[in-house]
């Protein structure tokens, strides 16, 4: 995940709420497996969309309020927001192509 950049509470607005491109929040664990395959996927979503969407990582259990008030009692999940508003989710361990396919719609 070295070129997704974490979030966390304090910068959470500016980077996702303010963002003026659609958001892809990764709600991860470093102890989840799952969570650390997507990481990869994630990277090479990044870079086919690179400048049209900002991924990002969220560490749920650094930043547990974000988790609760976004609803997210599994991880991984990953949460789209654009204009400030969350407009899709996405669950679980899934394909790069199902990733794209979802960002796709918010372009």
Do not use: H
């Amino acid at each position: 995940m070295a070129n997704l950049s974490e979030v966390n509470t304090a910068n959470f607005s500016t980077e996702v709420l303010n963002s003026t491109v659609p958001v892809l929040v990764d709600f991860w664990a470093e102890w989840c497996g799952p969570c650390r395959a997507l990481a990869p996927i994630l990277e090479a979503v990044s870079t086919a969309l690179d400048g049209k969407v900002k991924i990002v990582k969220l560490n749920v259990d650094q930043n547990q309020q974000l988790a609760m008030q976004y609803s997210v009692s599994s991880i991984p999940t990953m949460i789209v927001f654009k204009g400030g508003q969350q407009v899709d989710r996405i669950m679980g361990l899934v394909p790069k192509d199902a990733i794209i396919a979802k960002l796709s719609t918010q372009l």
